[in-house]
Structures are given as C-alpha cells and as structure tokens.
Nanobody, 124 residues
Framework: QVQLVESGGGLVQAGGSLRLSCAAS????????MGWFRQAPGKEREFVAA????????YYADSVKGRFTISRDNVKKTVYLQMNNLKPEDTAVYYC?????????????????WGQGTQVTVSS
C-alpha cells in the first residue's frame, strides 16, 4: 500500500510558477512510474506528466510541454511538478498517482494509488 500526499498548490497570476510536491510513504517507491493528473470543474481528469523510476523516461501532455517539468527524488520518495508560465486553463485540482507496472502511462485507469489532490488556480 502506497500513500501519496500532494502539496504546493495555490493561487497564482497568469505567467507565474508553482512547484507541486507529492510525498510517498509505504510500499516501494522505486517500483512505480509516477504520474500527475488534473481535473478542472466539469471536466474529466486528464493526464499531465509522468516519470519512470530511473528518471530516464518522462512523458508530457501536449498542453504542458515546454512549460511543466516532472522530476523525482527516490531518496526522499517525492515526485515534483514544476509549472512555469501558468495559464488560466491550467486551473484544476492536481493529483499524483502511482502506475501499475506495465500499463499505459496516459490512462488514469492504469494507476493504482492516488493522492487527495491539491488545488491550483491561475488568475488572468
């Protein structure tokens, strides 16, 4: 069993930056590819970014490429999402999740463990 706790959300103006953190406990952190998803009001949850255990492979949604960077510290058991040049359309609750081995990175049904989410609001 892996527990995930996100932090770092908040209110920021368009063009600003935030860094989200997701601290893991329990389980074997390095066993999992870790992902970030987001869900805006009235919309379905969507994939944002993911990183494999060795940090060699990273994956991004087209909407965030060049603006967001995912990273992880396996010693601290923490995954990060650095978000730069934020836009109002980035407003959502952001969730981190642990991927079941061998499944699709971009599909939320592939993820076994989820955090409670952290709110990000970008004002125009």
């Amino acid at each position: 069993q892996v527990q995930l706790v996100e932090s770092g959300g908040g209110l920021v103006q368009a063009g600003g930056s935030l860094r989200l953190s997701c601290a893991a406990s329990g389980g074997t952190f390095t066993s999992y590819t870790m992902g970030w998803f987001r869900q805006a009001p009235g919309k379905e949850r969507e994939f944002v970014a993911a990183i494999n255990w060795s940090r060699v492979n990273t994956y991004y949604a087209d909407s965030v490429k060049g603006r967001f960077t995912i990273s992880r510290d396996n010693v601290k058991k923490t995954v990060y999402l650095q978000m730069n040049n934020l836009k109002p359309e980035d407003t959502a609750v952001y969730y981190c999740a642990a991927l079941r081995p061998g499944l699709r990175v971009g599909d939320d049904r592939s993820y076994e463990y989820w955090g409670q989410g952290t709110q990000v609001t970008v004002s125009s």
